[in-house]
């Protein structure tokens, strides 16, 4: 009678012959891999047309993939059912830390990465999975990451299981935390960006991902910051953008046209639309302009609304740096120039699972967003 630890090995392996159930744990065929999970069973009873009656809940989870070359790829996501303690009535299992049923998995030679990726990373099905640079496993010095309000972080030792090179498909992809944040802040943030190209190194990834104009700034010996997919080349002391308004289109902005004032509303039908946004906004593409005073206003409502745009956009403001994957950056200071040229001065903000504060001081620099296809920032708790 072969115990749960020798049937992951087993399976790991490749020795498990025709056995395909050990308790809990189940081997299932999906296309051209087989798949442990992990099944729990619930029993749950409440009250139906007078009668007590009991049910029992399954819930599966998936632990571990063996691809088409023999591999297995092992779940480096905390483990939510598999592998964990009950005592007193209450699950058990540690925090941020590979459990025991995933180390048995990585000693018997199953590689670890977050399942979470095949949810999050747009195309990533792991049927289509290869790799291109297998992971080497790390011990981390991070702050630890507080999951109720008030708790502070407090310096903790954790495992990491290593940066890697993957394919889905034709695809290659760079999964790993940011390194500047582990260094500077001792934050564990893990990413996974799809690269512009193929690489055949880790190395040769972050190199493709640097920015032609960062390379040159380089060169140049000028102040770089960043801060994730984001890189601060410094511009000038002074803003470099001044807002191109002549003083008849400021006069245009102060007094806008108005239904009202080419004789389009009236107040005793609308008395409360001189407060609607729309009194000075162009007709629909589907509202016939079949009078001289529609004409008129359509022209001066789309004059308006392109030097409101103009101001706007020229204008220092605050700021929201974004791509795709819900990485969000909130700049203090923000200011395009007319060809859509991002500056940036003050503080630079994360949110989601944060980068350290960038404080980019009085001067302003050029914004330039890495060449990644694609980034996602890989949420839950990540070994």
């Known amino acids: 009678m072969s115990t749960v630890r020798e049937f992951i090995e087993n399976y790991v392996h490749g020795t498990l012959g025709k056995k395909t159930v050990q308790g809990g744990w189940s081997i299932m065929n999906w296309g051209n891999m087989d798949v442990l999970q992990f099944t729990s069973e619930k029993t749950r009873g409440h009250w139906r047309n007078n009668q007590f009656v009991e049910e029992t809940i399954k819930t599966v989870e998936r632990v571990a993939y063996r691809l088409p070359d023999g591999s297995v790829l092992s779940n480096a996501n905390k483990l939510k059912l598999a592998g964990r303690k009950v005592a007193w009535g209450y699950a058990i299992y540690g925090w941020e830390e590979e459990n025991e049923v995933q180390r048995w998995l990585t000693g018997a030679g199953a590689i670890p990465l977050p399942f979470t990726i095949f949810d999050e990373v747009e195309g990533a099905d792991v049927r289509d999975f290869s790799w291109v640079v297998k992971p080497k496993p790390e011990q981390l010095d991070v702050l630890s990451n507080p999951r109720y309000e008030g708790d502070k972080p407090v310096p903790i030792t954790r495992h990491f299981s290593g940066a890697c090179l993957f394919a889905i498909d034709k695809e290659v992809f760079l999964y790993d935390i940011d390194r500047q944040e582990l260094r500077e802040h001792r934050i564990f943030n893990p990413f996974v960006t799809k690269l512009p190209r193929p690489a055949k190194s880790i190395r040769q990834a972050y190199d493709m991902l640097i920015p032609d104009e960062v390379r040159i700034a380089k060169r140049q010996l000028r102040v770089i910051k960043r801060q994730g997919e984001y890189y601060f080349v410094i511009h000038s002391r002074e803003c470099p953008v001044s807002t191109p308004i002549t003083d008849e289109e400021r006069h245009f902005?102060?007094?806008?046209?108005?239904?009202?004032?080419?004789?389009?509303?009236?107040?005793?039908?609308?008395?409360?639309?001189?407060?609607?946004?729309?009194?000075?906004?162009?007709?629909?593409?589907?509202?016939?302009?079949?009078?001289?005073?529609?004409?008129?206003?359509?022209?001066?409502?789309?004059?308006?609304?392109?030097?409101?745009?103009?101001?706007?956009?020229?204008?220092?403001?605050?700021?929201?740096?974004?791509?795709?994957?819900?990485?969000?950056?909130?700049?203090?200071?923000?200011?395009?120039?007319?060809?859509?040229t991002v500056y940036a001065s003050g503080l630079v903000k994360h949110t989601g699972r944060a980068h350290g504060p960038l404080d980019l001081g009085t001067c302003w620099y050029r914004v330039y967003a890495n060449t990644a296809a694609d980034s996602w920032t890989i949420r839950g708790d990540v070994d």
Request: hydrophobic share 25%; with cysteine.
């Open 253 to 340: 902005l102060k007094y806008p046209p108005s239904r009202y004032g080419f004789g389009l509303l009236s107040d005793d039908k609308n008395p409360e639309y001189t407060f609607m946004c729309d009194a000075h906004a162009p007709f629909g593409k589907d509202e016939p302009l079949d009078t001289p005073e529609k004409r008129e206003f359509q022209e001066a409502a789309i004059r308006y609304r392109d030097v409101l745009n103009k101001y706007r956009e020229s204008r220092v403001t605050s700021g929201v740096l974004t791509r795709r994957g819900g990485t969000t950056h909130t700049v203090e200071k923000f200011v395009k120039d007319a060809d859509g």
